[in-house]
């Protein structure tokens, strides 16, 4: 019988015979597969992998709370799968002030400014998102998200 034991070269491994990962940060990393029969005798794979960019949690860029049912609230999409992490999502307005924030996945954005309770308007928010993984590392990602009102 074989074993399998992947190194993706950013600190996470995996004992799948089919290794899968999702790179967060870019950058340029070799991810090594090691196949150990049961004899003893060993086998190693690598590859290169670029990674263009970081990763952006699949964060749409805009969303419209105006009540038709559609496109209703703002959460990175990823965060409703990661299941390993803890997350901080905050909200600002253009001039850096705070205007939501939210640890549950159950409570995405929808709009209101939670300082004033007021309905934000047409405008582009800046939203951040720390994590924290199970293993304790924190990883921190940001982007904008323009409110449309239809």
């Known amino acids: 019988e074989l074993t399998a034991m992947w190194n993706f070269g950013d600190g996470n491994f995996s004992t799948d015979e089919i290794g899968s990962h999702v790179y967060r940060k870019k950058g340029n990393y070799t991810a090594t597969l090691t196949v150990t029969g049961n004899n003893g005798c060993q ?75 007021a309905r934000c308007g047409l405008n582009v928010y800046m939203w951040k998102v720390q994590l924290t993984l199970s293993n304790g590392k924190s990883e921190s990602y940001n982007g904008t998200i323009t409110l449309l009102d239809k």
């Not at 263009?52 to 964060?59: E, G, I, R, S, T």
């Not at 038709?68 to 992490?85: Q, R």
């Open 43 to 117: 086998a190693k794979f690598s590859n290169k992998v670029e990674v263009a960019q970081d990763y952006n949690l699949l964060a749409p860029n805009g969303f419209s709370p105006n009540g038709d049912g559609i496109n209703e609230t703002f959460l990175p999409a990823a965060l409703t799968v990661m299941s390993d992490v803890q997350f901080k999502m905050t909200i600002f307005d253009r001039t850096g002030k705070r205007i939501y924030e939210t640890s549950r996945i159950d409570a995405p954005w929808d709009g209101i400014d939670a300082t004033t309770g």
